[in-house]
């Protein structure tokens, strides 16, 4: 055992060998917790400690598995085989099955998954009659989740003001019914769903009091892994199986708190100490990943947040090179950006795959223009834990529309959307149709025509239903032929029913959602507009699609283990490492995020989630920001984030102008010009907080009007051509809103215009759609 615990810096052996009392270990970002974790249980079993009175808990099955291999290797497997570790669901559900009869469940309870969960719900919707676009399945689901999470049952639920006040405002008032159904009828199915394994075993333990203490004498030491990401009712279950002998040992990070939004507080960590009495804190403050000014850098910008446990985390590795903070003037040139210096970094070190780079976002939905950009440079991606942008669901169904628009025998998208959103077109009559239209030879379109000549035995309530379906499509496919692909696009999600589905659910799912659908419209615009500036006045659905179609192929590879190199969100990448790390996207609204803008734990949470993002990174560690982002339609001009300017720029390399003050719109002092720039962080005057330059919400308006015939003078923001063309000549340099700053290298009257950007090369724009810029004469 001695041989392994020199393997030990001093503060990781002095939190392994100490087991007198509890314990809370603060372990820095790579500061090697998995390895105290290992060797503390091994150290226990070493002084004589049985292997079944250890209490080992972890978030994940991966994280519990690497740990009974590592003590295997040091004990031997049948001594790890005989511990009591993993997750917190599969060790309660363990102890549940031993006293369920208790609690009047079957000792072979059925656990529901997610899926199970969402059906009982819909069925309960359904048979109380209630409108299922209003009392959304995934909505009601998360509430009750939320709900069981802080240990509330279906009859407190009815007696708490607060949540029934809340459930009238959000015009759901009888979730409550819902609840007490749902759990009524998962008891009688003797069933129980993931959040009834924690909150039935608090009900064990409060109702029992002998079970309690049997466990209570059986776990003689408790370990916690990820302390920081547990909820109300995991830290009440810990709290009460340490109390017979309050030798425990907690491990994690509050520094990467980034879960509230499952129900983790962050308090349970920084509270540690007053719960348990005596306790002992050590600190892990070593970084074996990062580069030392990798390291400073997240040190400084966590350094803001008032709520931790101050610890001062270090690197011994190579000083490196500083954290670069890369200024874009769109998005779109963001993307490109990013992709061109990957490149160059490849180029530049031969070690380097493409494995060794992760492009880290805030949001799933700005994956779309990087995945254009790297597609366009061949460079390999894959999008970590989770679905290419024009793979996700709900993009798929609103593509789904386009195609049918565009060719209506198209028969997997009549399938599709014929019944989505819900109106009432069941499988039963889909299935009549096809097999109609299989017998005549014939498109489902067709058969749709005229069913009851096609034979198809329906109902006049199901006719009428199919019928508007048909006038839908029909009018669409009419006005497709006369307006631009955005327009048409905004008419679809109108129109189909799919905004309003979308925007009813507040989820943390359905906010993404609504967020992926914004993006594709805001991407279709972005399409028009360059296809105009190229000289193609009208651009059509059928022009859009076909870039899609090659964007879809790029996921039809699914071998994870190829050279690509990861897009992922922050909260996807905790736990990971990689060499490069770029960070986009930072700017007000977007990182932080405009729902917590408002909120200072929020803002805190945010500012953990960006230490996250920076500390994932072991050589190089890049920070982008857009100036400028393409939304509904137009520019909007955006402030770098405050989480930039909480960085000591000692360990920054800025861009050149650092954001100067005459290219923003709004003329406003940004984070950059709040300090000067390269000031102790001690004589920094604090920055002034911005929200952004627009205070409308995120959400795309889209029209509720009937479309009529647009003209070509027309004054959608997107299609309409300047009036004040520039008189421009060869050699000036030129400033375009999304591709950057070019220089002028022919001119064709004043209409046409070549330009040679920096980022983008050669470009031929026609000049009353361009919105060219003149920052420098020849």
Known sequence: METYLNQLNKSQREAVEYCSGPSLVVAGAGSGKTRVLTYKIAYLLSQGLPPYSILALTFTNKAAREMKERIAAITGEETARRLWMGTFHSIFSRILRSEATLLGYPSHFTIYDSTDSKNLIKAIIKEMKLDDKVYRPGMIQNRISNAKNSLITWNAYGQNKELMENDIKSKVPYLREIYKQYQNRSFQAGAMDFDDLLMQTNILFRDFPEVLDKYGRLFRYILVDEYQDTNFAQHLIIQKLSALHHRICVVGDDAQSIYSFRGANIDNMLQFQENYPGCRIFKLERNYRSTQNIVNAANSLILKNKAQIYKSVYSENDKGTKVKVCGTYSDYEEGYIVASQINNLKR?????????????????????????????QNIPYRIYGGLSFYQRKEIKDIISYFRLIINPNDEEAFKRVINYPARGIGETTVQKLVTAAREQNLSLWTVLQEPITYGISINGGTARKLADFRQLIDNLIGENEQFSAEEIAREVVQRSGIASLLYQDRSVEGISRQENMEELLKGIAEFCEIRREEGMEQVSLTDFLSEVALATDQDTDKEEQADKITLMTVHAAKGLEFSNVFVVGLEENLFPSQMVLDNPRGVEEERRLFYVAITRARENCILTYAKSRFRNGQTNFSSPSRFIADI?????????DAFPAEDRLDKEPGPFQSRPAFASPLQQPKPELRTGV??????????????????????SPAAAPATNVPRLKAGMQVRHDRFGVGKVTEVEGNEKATVVFDSFGEKNLLLKYAKLKIIKET
Do not use: C, M
């Open 348 to 376: 530049s070190n031969r070690q380097y795959g493409y494995a060794d780079f992760a492009i880290l976002y805030r949001t799933n939905a700005q994956s779309r223009i990087l995945e254009e950009a790297l597609r366009k």
């Open 648 to 656: 000591d720029p000692v360990y920054l390399e800025l861009p050149e």
């Open 694 to 715: 627009t205070s409308q919400p995120r959400a795309t308006t889209i029209p509720t009007r009937r479309l009529s015939r647009v003209e070509k003078d027309n004054d």
